[in-house]
């Protein structure tokens, strides 16, 4: 059946006898409003202290009095505005966009975007960090670009804890309640007002799922929660909050995304060619996906697997291994082993072998990624030195392949630019680059040449002076909270200075962000930011893992060394770093300071944020900044290569930050013209600005994402799915094929014939009845100085005596023919090789 949403029945309990009520519902469940501020002036209106404190435009409307509301909705102004603004929405979401222009009649209907957190809007607190930032900011992009996608997460009764640290530096952590009839979410409803309910099997216990809907402007994202009544307490408490626990709920978060999803996009009738994995927790998708396939087609589940991992796509977003979610064999059993018999009708260890590296060690944990990577057609790290870690992860998975052919490409990440700006960067922008700048394809974003250096400073100084304002209210608010802190409180409301060089430093405290770098040699440090001439002030925020006693030590070394120095007016501990205090740090900072152990930040994105806003990055060369990074648009820190745990490494590293604030960073700031502007950081602003904020948008991301991946892997998935699946039978019977008699391959006698530019080389091969049309025979020699590898193409001569055939190659080229090997791989029916069929045989 098709849900729906019936208005009356979502807005029920919103006075009905006021005319024009539901208009304002509409307008207040969709996200649109997170980043495009447009309508902010009617939820102020409504209630303005509210609308301030919360941001939510759901809560503004159901607290509002009637009164209120009756006043405001009999207002003409009032009206107007809200009339226009319904036509806005209509209209964006009815026009074309760049989707449909750029890929009309695409073979793309729908793609099913899962992942376990998204970071939309403070106004629906179900993210931790950067791996929901990407998932929000990619949707957000995905409605502007018209990208057609569904997404699917989980609703968090508690979301990620809420942070609070004592006067001591101590972080405590709170879990306040997640009320869904505050969040701006509704119920999903069936056409006869039923709410959509779905029923799955948690270790032979049915557990009942409630269904939600976030309209974020053309996309929409869909959450399940396992907090229904119906449910045991046991059951109701799994989707309570973001990451917690141990395993055995891990594994149950991850069954209702992966698997609970999939029958919710079923009990909707969307049939999406694309399923998108972001990170490998939602990888159980991949076996209901192939179930249902199974099911539908009649096939068996590896042929179900043949065709639909074509369709499947696999983000990975860490850099060490021990990153991936590893499930226990027992564990597996409790929740896999009657799914294996009964959904897929296989051995419960075959099941086992699609999450090990090593299909038959028994005692081998299953691995999530593994099981996304063996049920995707495509994969990808978050950057290019992402991508280069994630082949090096992933390589036991290929044995004896080449690192640069082994199936792992990237992405870099983006940010959602129309979320991070400020209204004064906006303004900048949109007299450069027009009102509709971050819709399209990006080719005339970037020209700020038209801005003048007065006017980029004077962005510069607005915004710092806005984010100084904001810091004083936030942390006297802050220490206010805390009360057995009165001292400080009073010098809260005068805090800092709008002309001082500020920098900002936000991130989850995790030892390898290296959140204390800068207190390497705190003497040294302290005369940087107090120097009278041109002091500097540091804004800080982060929260730690709440039982990762290593994380919470470090936020309390900040707290006490400002306490201990006295330094209120240079340094800052914010506390409950969350969307709104980034808005705020990004928009306002001058320098963006980031210090991760290379190679350890699988991209990072804060750093992103401060583009558009004219902020400059200091960061150390990993994730994106490796490849964004040159003298002109920022300061790098690090080597650019691997240093693990060194003993010097970081005294190092800390020597190096502070010299680069010494001796670049502040005098850069500091020296002015006769018309008090900073040239030369100026210049650096407007080279990061207009060379870096297209690039690292998520509006380039997302079309990348759609053209790399989404489209050839729609096509893909398509053309193996047709007449019941029978490519993806051949792909099963061809590699069964290959399987058996790959071992039996034979390469025999070699002749090389040298001839004008090159050699002609020869090469006898017994191939065991294996069909020359499902291999490729090709000379490999490595690349010189650092190039890619050189390969030839054999081509398949005569048969010499029964099975034996004579391969030969010409190549031209000076190297010696020493250089070259024979190798043998799989090819047929347009897989993906080495990530389809693993194979792959060597001459020497
Ligand atoms: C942007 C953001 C992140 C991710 O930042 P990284 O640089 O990737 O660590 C985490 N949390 C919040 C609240 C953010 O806004």
């Given amino acids: 059946m098709k849900a729906s949403i019936i208005n009356n029945q979502i807005y029920g309990f919103l006075p009905t006898d006021i005319e024009g009520v539901d208009t304002l519902a509409e307008l207040a469940l969709d996200l649109r409003w997170s980043w495009n501020h447009a309508v902010d002036e009617i939820w102020y209106k409504l209630d303005p202290d509210l609308w301030m404190e919360t941001h939510n435009p759901w809560v503004v409307l159901q607290n509002v009095s009637r009164d209120q509301l009756k006043k405001q909705m009999d207002d003409p102004v009032f009206r107007k505005k809200m009339d226009e603004m319904i036509k806005l929405k209509e209209k964006s979401i009815s026009e074309p966009a760049w989707f449909q222009k750029a890929h009309p009649n695409a073979p793309l209907s729908c ?91 948690l270790s032979g216990h049915t557990v009942w799922l409630r269904t939600w809907q976030v309209q974020v402007g053309r996309v929409r994202l869909y959450l399940m929660d396992s907090n229904d009544p119906a449910n045991n307490p046991v059951h109701r408490g799994i989707t309570s909050e973001t990451y917690g626990g141990g395993s055995d709920l891990r594994i149950q978060q991850e069954i209702i995304l992966g698997i609970g999803g999939c029958k919710l996009l079923q009990a909707l009738q969307i049939e999406p060619e694309v399923y998108h ?13 192939a179930s249902n396939f199974m099911k539908a087609k009649g096939t068996s589940f590896e042929e179900a697997l043949a065709c639909t991992r074509a369709g499947n796509i696999f983000t990975t977003h860490t850099a060490v291994g021990a990153g991936f979610d590893h499930f226990d064999p027992s564990l597996m059993w409790q929740f896999f082993g009657a799914y294996a018999k009964n959904d897929l009708n296989i051995d419960f260890n075959d099941l086992l072998a699609l999450g090990r590296e090593n299909p038959y060690n028994s005692s081998e944990r299953f691995n999530m990624a593994f099981l996304a990577i063996r049920g995707s057609g495509a994969v990808n790290g978050v950057s290019l030195l992402h991508g280069e ?43 450069s680059c027009g009102k509709e700048r971050w819709r399209g394809n990006l080719e005339t974003v970037g020209d700020i040449s038209g801005v003048s250096d007065a006017d980029l400073w004077l962005l510069r100084n607005n915004s710092r002076a806005k984010l100084v304002d904001y810091t004083r209210q936030r942390f006297t608010k802050q220490m206010k909270a805390a009360s057995e802190w009165p001292e400080v409180a009073e010098i809260a409301t005068n805090l800092f200075d709008s002309n001082t060089l500020t920098l900002g430093f936000a991130r989850r405290f995790v030892p390898y962000k290296r959140p204390n770098l800068l207190l390497y040699d705190a003497e040294r440090f302290i005369r940087i930011l107090t120097n009278p001439e041109r002091p500097v002030q540091l804004i800080i925020a982060g929260k730690s893992p709440p039982f990762d006693e290593s994380g919470k030590a470090l936020i309390r ?53 401060v583009l558009v806003n004219g902020g400059i990055n200091l960061s150390e060369l990993d994730g994106w900044w490796a490849e964004a ?126 001839v004008e530019g090159g050699f002609q080389y020869n090469i006898s091969i017994s191939l065991n009845a294996v069909d020359p049309n499902t291999i490729l025979i090709q000379l490999f020699a490595n690349g010189l100085n650092g190039e890619l590898p050189e390969i030839v193409e054999m081509e398949v001569g005569e048969e010499q005596k029964v099975g034996v055939f004579r391969c030969h190659a010409h190549v031209n080229s000076k190297r010696p023919d020493s250089d070259y090997t024979v190798r043998i791989i799989p090819n047929y029916e347009g897989i993906s090789v080495p990530l389809e069929d693993n194979q792959i045989r060597w001459q020497h």
């Avoid at 979301?159 to 701006?184: C, M, S, W």
């Avoid at 994995?277 to 996906?289: D, I, S």
């Avoid at 034979?746 to 040298?754: A, M, P």
């Fill in 111 to 201: 793609m099913a975007y899962f992942s376990m957190e998204f970071m939309l809007s403070e106004a629906l607190p179900i993210y931790v960090g950067g791996l929901g930032n990407v998932a929000g900011d990619q949707l957000k992009s995905a409605s502007d670009l018209g990208v057609p996608v569904v997404a699917l997460g989980l609703l968090y009764q508690q979301g990620y804890f809420r942070q609070v640290i004592d006067r001591y530096g101590t972080q405590q952590a709170l879990f306040p309640y997640n009320d869904p009839g505050q969040l701006p979410i509704s119920p999903l409803r069936l056409p006869n007002g039923e709410w959509l309910r779905l029923a799955i099997d």
């Fill in 277 to 289: 994995m972001n990170e490998g927790h939602a990888a159980f998708l991949v076996l209901e996906r």
């Fill in 629 to 754: 990074y040159t003298p002109e648009v920022g300061w790098a820190l690090g080597d650019t290569y691997e240093h693990g745990n060194e003993p010097n490494w970081d005294a190092m590293e800390a020597d190096a930050l502070y010299r680069i604030l010494e001796q670049e960073v502040v005098p850069t700031f500091y020296t002015r013209n006769e018309d008090g502007i900073p040239e030369q950081w100026v210049a650096k602003i407007r080279n990061s600005m207009s060379t870096l904020t297209p690039r690292f948008s998520a509006n380039r991301a997302v079309r990348e994402y759609t053209e790399k991946y989404y489209l050839p892997a729609a096509v893909n998935y398509l053309k193996r799915a047709t007449k019941n699946g029978s490519v993806g039978k051949r792909i099963v019977s061809t590699k069964n094929d290959l399987r058996n008699k790959w071992n039996g391959i034979s390469l025999g006698e070699t002749t090389i014939d040298h």
């Fill in 389 to 431: 870690v994630s082949r090096q992860l992933f390589a036991s998975l290929f044995p004896r392949w080449p690192k640069n052919e082994l199936p792992i490409g990237s992405v870099t990440n983006g940010v959602h630019m129309p979320s991070w700006d400020s209204e004064f960067a906006d303004k900048i922008w949109t007299e």
């Fill in 557 to 609: 070394q900040w707290v006490q060394f400002i306490q201990q120095h006295n330094l209120y007016h240079h340094v800052i501990f914010l506390s409950d770093y969350d969307m709104l205090l980034t808005e705020h740090l990004v928009q306002g900072a001058d320098v963006w300071v980031n210090t991760p152990r290379r190679p350890w930040e699988a991209c990072g994105t804060s750093g992103m944020k």
